[in-house]
T-cell receptor, first 111, second 113 residues
């Protein structure tokens, strides 16, 4: 079955810097890649997603890139702010079938 | 509209006991997925129900089971509890079968002593 690896497990950045979180998936048939953000004590919420027919997608300060050949996808956050501090989860699925999540990245943005 | 509701929010059990958790999806959502969240392990997929049928199942032992009712509400049961079952159990709903955009509930935090 699908396996998703996520790195790094923790990431600390200065406010205003960029942050990059990387994920690798195992099943080449996967074609849907969402990212969820979970703030402390809250439930995970979708922040951005990408499908395999697209190489990059942006939404204001966040972007996701997909390399199907290498089976990698990454989340990029620019101009980080303290409110970006949270745990970020990547996930992969086939045709929006069951989502398999990575182990999460705890991002801390220091003012 | 009301979000995904999970009950109970917190519970403490002892080893060997069993527990039942409930999840009411967003009105009109027919698919419910369950995940176990533990530190370091992220969100691990338990199972998904759609129209009262289990559509997908993760790699958990048979002690973990679930069901879905005709009103789309879902329950999961864990029998013969072990210390390692202590976790936050999250359910999420979507309108149709398949993950798509998951709307999560607040979770049920289970502590096994």
């Amino acid at each position: 079955g699908e396996n998703v690896e996520q790195h790094p497990s923790t990431l600390s950045v200065q406010e205003g810097d960029s942050a990059v979180i990387k994920c690798t998936y195992s099943d080449s048939a996967s074609n849907y890649f969402p990212w969820y953000k979970q703030e402390l004590g809250k439930r995970p919420q979708l922040i951005i997603d990408i499908r395999s027919n697209v190489g990059e997608k942006k939404d204001q300060r966040i972007a996701v890139t997909l390399n199907k050949t290498a089976k990698h996808f990454s989340l990029h956050i620019t101009e980080t702010q303290p409110e970006d501090s949270a745990v970020y989860f990547c996930a992969a699925s086939i045709n929006t079938d069951k989502l398999i999540f990575g182990t999460g990245t705890r991002l801390q943005v220091f003012p | 509209k009301a979000g995904v509701t999970q009950t109970p929010r917190y519970l403490i059990k002892t080893r060997g006991q069993q527990v039942t958790l409930s999840c009411s999806p967003i009105s009109g959502h027919r698919s419910v997925s369950w995940y176990q969240q533990t530190p370091g392990q992220g969100l691990q997929f338990l199972f998904e129900y759609f129209s009262e049928t289990q559509r997908n199942k993760g790699n958990f032992p048979g002690r973990f089971s679930g069901r879905q009712f005709s009103n789309s509400r879902s329950e999961m049961n864990v029998s013969t509890l072990e210390l390692g079952d202590s976790a936050l159990y999250l359910c999420a709903s979507t309108r149709d079968s398949g993950a798509n955009v998951l709307t999560f509930g607040a979770g049920s935090r289970l502590t096994v002593l």
